[in-house]
């Protein structure tokens, strides 16, 4: 939903002309990246896919529709490569580990520990996980934000729509 | 009159106090989760889908029908109030409701958006009760060819109405029908792409995915890029009603707006989105003085509040009689209807008619409580959107997480939400939009099937394809529509629209 600006390079000094040098090659980073992804996908695609028998039109085999399929996202991999070597386009926004990392740890432990401590506490764990994906985290105020959540959801998926969950540990 | 007995059976259904009860906790919940900034429809659905899933099947659809008006609803408030369009569809209602409500006309937007809906609601409503079943008899001489031939329609409208370049959303249609495919193969037992995990044998699950890429992805995304602080703009209750001229101006653009998007969104790959864009050119090009477009013309919120809201409803048509959805947010609901136990297609008609008119009537009662509840409750609206953002993801993601785990206990569903969460974050890096591969995750099966079954059909020869009059016609449009996206002229019309945003 965000139109990216295009990259501006600047061409001045020796410094930035060895930059140049480089970035000639690949004009539209997020392009090139995108066909990599799809060349990966189709190649993988076509590799696993090839012990599933193809069999022909007329008695199509479980490898048939997947095979067409991954042919063509390889191919449109492959177009989507050779257009970002030629056409300039936008660049790869960097890459900010920090949001990413905590949020998926927030999921992975909430997923882990709930089978063995319980919804309330693995909830409040994963509140407390999620609010450091920010900076400038005010413990007192997430630790009491993620005490009420935690109670509040739980009460209405466990009490409000019945859902099977263990609430405390050693259940 | 048939049409009035068949409505009279789905308000009976829908009118049960309970029914009444989930559709308003639907309308509230979805305007709640909508009205967040940069929250659309596809991510509230997503995120609230877990919570339908205990109730029967009458009541988890019309919850989920309420919960789809209201997040467009709330997308519209949001719009209007703060220039932060959540979705596509309300892109256009930022363009011209955000100026109106710059010259202090916030309370008339909104009350014309809402009545304009509503209105649009009305007919939809009425539309899909009159040619619901004509059209499902017509969908009964549907044969596998002409089946797939529209879903191939309905794909390349997908890959038109994306955004940014064709050929990444071409890709995308096509990883989503192969991540469509992974599981067992119906046809020979097979297990296919499932790398030995025994939790993909039943394919990949529908709930983890569909967080994964919309609901947490979309966290990231505003935790990387905080969105800049705008300024919200205030409204009364009092300054709530449109004055005469622009209810004079505005009647009119709703009457064309709920038609033009009544029929659009029966269209494959119509919906909302195209309804809302297609309405906004309309308006301009028939106005009298198309400068005042930009600058808070009515007719701009009216006419495009009006066509999306129809063709949100609409847009139910193809999902109920042919059992295919014709947007992403369709293959959404068509998810959640699978997991329910129901295969949507012209046989719920006659063999749950209840359910089917059930729906139609709670999508009414949907718009009704809208108008009736939310646009006095504007000013609560208003409020959240005051929340600090620091407080709502973690609880947004402990909902998607209890979400998962109250669905299955399997840890592999957490893992799986972690992987299309990682996924979709690649996808964001690098410019691809995920929401056509929904489409074409839901559709892989039915497309495989159908083209199985044709070419059974013919022995081998494809030319089946073009000699039955039905798929046919569907090719030709699809070609046509190929060619609209090759012809540079279409193309540079398309770049603009999507420019506006």
Not at chain 2, 134 to 149: E, H, R, T, V, W
Not at chain 2, 264 to 275: S, Y
Request: with cysteine.
């Amino acid at each position: 939903m965000t139109v990216w600006p295009a990259p501006k390079r600047s061409q001045t000094g020796s410094h930035s002309q060895v930059f140049r040098e480089e970035t000639m090659v690949i004009k539209s980073p997020q392009d090139f990246g995108a066909g990599i992804l799809f060349i990966l996908f189709g190649a993988i695609g076509l590799y696993v896919g090839s012990d599933l028998t193809f069999g022909s039109a007329r008695n199509m085999g479980p490898g048939y529709f997947p095979m067409i399929i991954c042919g063509l996202i390889a191919l449109i991999g492959l177009i989507v490569t050779a257009k970002s070597l030629a056409i300039e386009g936008p660049a790869i926004e960097r890459i900010r580990f920090r949001p990413i990392i905590f949020i998926l740890l927030a999921i992975a432990a909430f997923g882990m520990l709930i089978a063995e401590i319980g919804a309330v506490i693995s909830s409040i764990l994963l509140i407390m996980f999620a609010a450091y994906a920010r900076r400038d985290v005010n413990l007192v105020e997430t630790v009491i934000f993620a005490v009420t959540t935690a109670a509040f959801v739980v009460i209405i998926f466990v009490y409000g729509l019945g859902q099977p969950m263990p609430v405390w540990w050693g259940r | 009159m048939e049409v009035f007995a068949h409505l009279a059976t789905g308000f009976m259904a829908a009118g049960s106090l309970e029914n009444l009860m989930f559709c308003l906790i639907g309308t509230v919940l979805g305007t709640l989760i909508g009205v967040l900034p940069g929250i659309g429809p596809i991510p509230a659905l997503a995120i609230l889908l877990p919570i339908t899933f205990g109730l029967d099947p009458l009541s988890s659809l019309i919850m989920l029908a309420g919960i789809y008006y209201g997040a467009q609803y709330g997308g519209s408030t949001t719009s209007i109030l703060v220039n932060m369009p959540g979705e596509a569809s309300s892109v256009v209602t930022c363009i011209e409701g955000h100026q109106m409500a710059r010259k202090g006309r916030a309370g008339a937007a909104l009350a014309i958006a809402a009545l304009g809906s509503f209105f649009a609601g009305t007919i939809g409503t009425v539309f899909i009760a009159a040619f619901g079943p004509p059209l499902a008899s017509i969908a009964q001489q549907f044969n596998s060819p002409d089946y797939f031939a529209l879903m191939l329609l309905g794909l390349v409208m997908a890959i038109v109405l994306a955004h940014g370049s064709v050929l990444k959303a071409v890709a995308m249609v096509l990883i989503g029908l192969l991540l469509g495919l992974v599981g067992t193969d119906t046809n020979t037992g097979l297990t296919r792409y499932t790398f030995g995990l025994s939790g993909l044998w039943e394919g990949i699950d529908f709930l983890p995915l569909v967080l994964g890429l919309f609901g947490i992805v979309e966290i990231i995304r505003n935790l990387e890029n905080p969105p800049p602080p705008r300024e919200t703009i205030s409204t009364r209750m009092r300054d709530l009603w449109p004055n005469r001229q622009e209810l004079r101006d505005s009647i009119p653009a709703a009457l064309r707006g709920t038609g033009l998007g009544s029929i659009l969104g029966i269209l494959p790959g119509g919906g909302a989105v195209l309804a809302s864009f297609a309405s906004y050119t309309l308006e301009k090009k028939i106005s009298k003085n198309p400068r005042k477009f930009g600058h808070g013309a009515v007719e701009g919120v009216a006419g495009p509040e009006s066509a999306n809201n129809a063709a949100a409803q609409t847009s139910f048509i193809p999902l109920l009689t042919l059992g295919i959805p014709s947007n992403p947010i369709m293959a959404i609901m068509m998810g959640a209807m699978i997991i329910q136990g129901i295969q949507p297609g012209a046989a719920v008609m006659t063999t749950r008619p209840d359910l089917f008119w059930g729906m139609v009537a709670s999508m009414w009662i949907g718009n009704l409580m809208l108008v009736v509840i939310n646009l006095p409750m504007i000013g609560i609206w208003v409020k959240l959107l005051s929340v600090p953002y620091r407080l709502l993801y973690p609880a947004i993601l402990l909902f998607c997480a209890i979400g998962v785990y109250s669905t299955s206990t399997e840890p592999f569903m957490m893992v799986l939400m972690i992987v299309f969460t990682v996924f979709g974050y690649v996808l964001f890096k690098l410019g691809c939009e995920p929401a056509p591969m929904v489409l074409g995750f839901i559709l892989g099966p039915l497309m495989e099937e159908n083209l199985r079954r044709s070419l059974v059909i013919s022995r081998g020869d494809p030319s089946i394809f073009i000699n039955r009059p039905i798929s046919a016609t569907l090719l030709v449009a699809t070609v046509l529509m190929l060619c609209l996206i090759i012809f540079p002229q279409f193309r540079k019309t398309r770049e603009e629209a999507f420019q506006e945003e």
